[in-house]
């Protein structure tokens, strides 16, 4: 246990931001989850709508730096080609 003011205020200040962004990356895979298994149904009109969430959901992560910009282009990509694909 830290004994300094400052180190028992950053221990605090990094359990909340932990909180935080573990509340985005389950958010990010469960729409992850329910777009693949859109796309699997092929139905296509809520996969549409299910990307634009989950390209929201992606930059999130990244500006968070949950992920690297460069994976979460990478991801938006392959899961619009994924939608155009069945469409």
Do not use: C, G, W
Request: hydrophobic share 40%; net charge positive; aromatic share 4%.
């Amino acid at each position: 246990m830290p004994q300094r003011r400052t180190a028992i205020k950053a221990l605090r200040q990094n359990r909340v931001r932990h909180l935080h962004n573990l509340d985005i990356a389950t958010d990010l895979k469960k729409t992850t989850k329910k777009f693949l298994a859109l796309i699997k149904d092929k139905n296509t009109a809520e996969a549409q709508s299910a990307l634009k969430l989950i390209y929201k959901k992606l930059d999130k992560a990244a500006k968070r730096n949950l992920m690297h910009d460069n994976t979460a282009a990478r991801r938006k990509a392959r899961f619009s080609r994924l939608v155009n694909s069945i469409s």
